[in-house]
């Protein structure tokens, strides 16, 4: 997204020399290469853009124009030649660390909605989380040639002066979450795209396995590999060590060992990935705290309370009434 926001606005009279530093354009010509550009970079890229145009509001009001399937490369493809919105949204959440590892996306079901989180350290600039929430109705309608409109959106970032162009979201949409969110109506991934390819869409998802399995052990610390492995287990419902060494290819003895080299638990890291995904859903869904508990890997609701209760020093049912994750909150030793 980053060259296509850079040609977006090259195309709107911004040249590029006023958006990046000579020394950060090798790694922007890189992504054109399928090289990922960090997210410090790309903040200030659509920051520089909507500074320049005096619009905080641009990338709502251009969305269309901005968002094209080409710039999300392999993902883009994927998702728009699966079968159904369910399957694309699906797959967009699962592979969404081939364009980016530090934005954590999730996808969570229910009786009644689908809601998917953007969850990050710091709260993404207000134009990125604009477009990136707007992308996923933008990409299902086109894909699907039926409406496809969101039940609510949320978002970190305060509520802006003017908020015209939300109302393209065609629902209710608030401001000031603990994460960037959009749920829809459960039907919505029953509708059938047509732009569906079944048998490229598998040689696409091979293709994006192989590439997360190369990738795995490149750059980066071993916590930052073990929190991936973690989120990957837990998306399959399993949090064991031995689980999540497998996906590492490596034993649990020697992965515990190489986290005491760095201070570090295995618990504890389970804890962190429990809490950073544990947080949204308490404070910005209505996802029953026993489907939370079974996502989370614990084998009843009362031990995912339990847990709670120490990270964030308040019941998630007090937390949940409250709206926000407390001050300071986050896993703590027992």
Same mark, same amino acid.
């Given at each position: ?57 641009? =990338? ?117 979450h603990a994460v960037d969110a959009i749920t829809f109506h459960r039907d919505v991934a029953a509708v059938p795209l047509v732009t569906a390819r079944p048998e490229v ?31 990957? =287990? ?40 429990r809490w950073s995904v544990a947080a949204p859903l308490v404070t910005s869904t209505e996802i029953p705290l026993e489907r939370i508990a079974e996502r989370l890997g ?37």
């Amino acid at each position: 997204m980053t060259n296509r926001i850079l040609r977006w606005a090259e195309e709107h009279g911004i040249p590029r020399s006023a958006l990046i530093e000579p020394r950060d354009r090798e790694q922007v010509e890189r992504a054109a290469e399928g090289a990922r550009v960090p997210l410090d970079l790309h903040d200030a890229v659509w920051r520089g853009v909507e500074r320049t145009l005096s619009d905080p509001s641009f =990338a709502l009001r251009s969305a269309e124009s901005i968002l094209d399937v080409s710039s999300l490369g392999l993902v883009g493809l994927l998702a728009m030649t699966s079968s159904t919105v369910g399957d694309s949204l699906a797959r967009s959440v699962k592979y969404s660390r081939v364009l980016k590892d530090d934005v954590v996306a999730r996808m969570s079901v229910t009786d009644t909605e689908l809601v998917i989180e953007l969850w990050t350290s710091a709260p993404l600039a207000r134009t990125i989380a604009d477009a990136s929430l707007f992308a996923f109705r933008h990409f299902a309608e086109k894909w699907s040639e039926a409406a496809v409109v969101p039940k609510a959106v949320f978002f970190r970032h305060a509520r802006p002066d003017d908020v015209a162009e939300y109302e393209r979201f065609g629902c209710p949409v608030h401001f000031g979450h603990a994460v960037d969110a959009i749920t829809f109506h459960r039907d919505v991934a029953a509708v059938p795209l047509v732009t569906a390819r079944p048998e490229v869409a598998r040689y696409l998802e091979k293709t994006a396995d192989l590439w997360i399995a190369q990738h795995l052990h490149d750059g980066g610390d071993l916590h930052g590999r073990v929190v991936d492995a973690i989120h990957r =287990a837990l998306e399959e419902g399993r949090s064991e060590i031995e689980d999540v060494a497998r996906r590492l290819a490596t034993s649990p003895r020697t992965l515990q060992r190489a986290l005491a080299a760095e201070g570090r638990t295995y618990r504890q890291v389970l804890d962190e990935v429990r809490w950073s995904v544990a947080a949204p859903l308490v404070t910005s869904t209505e996802i029953p705290l026993e489907r939370i508990a079974e996502r989370l890997g614990y084998a009843d609701g009362k031990a995912f309370r339990r847990a709670f209760r120490r990270w964030a020093g308040v019941a998630p049912v007090v937390l949940r009434r409250g709206g926000g994750p407390p001050e300071g909150g986050g896993p703590r030793e027992e």
